[in-house]
């Protein structure tokens, strides 16, 4: 990839609306591979694009899905208007969720996605205020070594 | 390798929603936990659930999944059904079991 300028795009997402979920990151992913990003880049941003995006929908009222690619690194960055985290530590924790009954029965909410994003991401970071919402910035770098 | 197309014919699937019927299909995963399908399921596999709501196409984009099979005589919801059209993915539905069309897959795949 020969990205002289970094490249940005942003996305609304709307709290609760589980019937679009999924476009941002769709659209993130289909752009990265325009790109000419790596395979394996591709793949992995948009992992951690998705399981993002589904937090918003599920917990948040609305939020943002903005990204920043360069030669360096793929930086996608969540903001929402969201209940907060209280403790981040435990949900970061594989298998705790807060996610309402009707939401598992979906299949979500088995708390896996937040590690699933620490997973693919080479750096994750959440900030969060109980109350307000939650930023959350995944980078994942473009070059192999 | 086995294309999606193949698998519809050998192990006898009903086409929903046709989209690249020519996808290899590289293996199978099988969950109804969708977070488990985005941690867990590999590029190509074939997904074998009975969820039937819209998210499945998502996730299947995201994860490059080859096709959706919905087992035990479910259908997917008609908004499933738009949303994979325009996504360009194949959903399948059959009356078998999740345990049945399991198992004839699994000796479809081994026996290439």
């Known amino acids: 990839m020969n990205i002289m300028d970094s490249i940005e795009g942003c996305f609304q997402l709307m709290g609760g609306d589980f019937t679009n979920a999924g476009t941002a990151s769709s659209e993130l992913k289909s752009t990265l591979s325009k790109l000419g990003v790596s395979q394996e880049v591709v793949r992995r941003a948009a992992i951690a694009a998705f399981e993002a995006e589904m937090n918003v929908i599920i917990h948040a009222v609305a939020g943002t899905m903005h990204y920043v690619v360069s030669s360096e690194e793929v930086r996608i960055t969540l903001t929402d208007m969201g209940p907060g985290i209280e403790d981040i530590e435990l949900a970061m924790q594989e298998g705790y969720s807060t996610a309402p009954d009707w939401v598992r029965e979906m299949g979500w909410g088995a708390g896996m996605g937040l590690p699933n994003i620490k997973k693919n991401a080479d750096r994750f970071k959440i900030d969060s205020v109980v109350g307000e919402g939650t930023t959350l910035e995944i980078v994942i770098y473009t070059r192999k070594d | ?112």
């Open chain 2, 1 to 112: 390798m086995l294309k999606v197309n193949d698998v519809i014919e050998k192990i006898g699937l009903d086409i929903r929603v046709s989209g690249d019927m020519h996808k290899h299909v590289t293996g199978c995963y099988i969950s109804d936990l969708l977070s488990d399908v985005m941690a867990h399921s590999k590029d190509g596999e074939l997904w074998i659930t009975l969820q039937t709501h819209p998210n499945i196409v998502a996730v299947a984009v995201i994860k490059g999944l080859s096709c959706i099979v919905i087992t035990n005589g479910r259908f997917p919801e008609p908004d499933t059904v738009k949303k994979a059209e325009s996504e360009n993915i194949t959903i399948l539905t059959t009356p078998k079991t999740t345990f049945e069309t399991a198992g004839l897959l699994y000796n479809l795949l081994r026996s290439e």
